[in-house]
């Protein structure tokens, strides 16, 4: 069973500050995803990660995955108040014939809070 | 870009009735959809897996019979929750897949509110 896990859980940071969210995941798995969402909406997808070593950025949010360590980094730049939100990680599952089925495990989600 | 819909937003039934959700690929075609259920302030859990012109495939211990999956066509799957109890009420999401055509991404719906009283 493919277990995911996301620390921290919450996260309150001041704005300009930087900080890391931690995704580790139980098995095998080359496609790693994450998203974020406002509450009472639904899910934006903010990365894809498809390899080991790829490093993808967008304005602020950096992300990473090592496939070796089954560990994915979300980074934060100088956060600031929009950046307010839950981001999840997901990991799928392989299909039977070695290629993403697109059946998501989420991890329990990290809320961030950047105060002023 | 792909853009899923989903309706209705937001829906409040008493316990006992049916409740339908759809999930529409409005720009591109997907032979799958995906399910989920989300409690307050919790993660997302997969229920099902819609395949289009297929049964349904559900997770384990997902009730296939309170949860009924039709996937008629290329463009749109519902999920209808039957005889609805108050602990049905959940957020659900759809998502979708583009596949091969943009390798990796999924899009997810707006998602459904459902409030059971």
């Known amino acids: 069973e493919l277990k995911v896990e996301q620390n921290p859980l919450f996260l309150s940071m001041q704005e300009g500050k930087n900080y890391t969210i931690y995704c580790n995941y139980s098995?095998?798995?080359?496609?790693l995803y994450w998203y974020r969402q406002d509450p009472g909406k639904s899910l934006e997808s903010l990365f894809v990660l498809l390899s080991n070593g790829a490093v993808k950025q967008e304005g602020r949010l950096m992300a990473s995955l090592d496939t070796k360590a089954r560990l994915s980094t979300l980074h934060i730049t100088a956060a600031v108040h929009d950046l307010s939100a839950t981001y999840f990680c997901?990991?799928?599952?392989?299909?039977?014939?070695?290629?993403?089925?697109?059946?998501?495990?989420f991890g329990k989600g990290t809320l961030l809070t950047v105060n002023p | 870009g792909a853009v899923v819909s989903q309706h209705p937003s937001r829906v409040i039934c008493k316990s006992g009735t049916s409740v339908k959700i759809e999930c529409r690929s409005l720009d591109f075609q997907a032979t799958t959809m995906f399910w989920y259920r989300q409690f307050p302030k919790k993660s997302l859990m997969l229920m099902a897996t819609s395949n289009e012109g297929s049964k349904a495939t559900y997770e384990q211990g997902v009730e296939k019979d309170k949860f009924l999956i039709n996937h008629a066509s290329l463009t749109l799957s519902t999920l209808t929750v039957t005889s609805a109890h108050p602990e049905d009420s959940s957020f659900y999401i759809c998502?979708?897949?583009?596949?091969?055509?943009?390798?990796?991404?999924?899009?997810f719906g707006s998602g459904t509110q459902l409030s059971v009283l």
């Open positions: 998502s979708a897949s583009l596949g091969g055509q943009v390798l990796g991404k999924l899009f």
């Open positions: 997901a990991v799928d599952i392989k299909g039977n014939s070695g290629g993403s089925n697109y059946k998501l495990t």
């Open positions: 098995t095998t798995s080359d496609r």
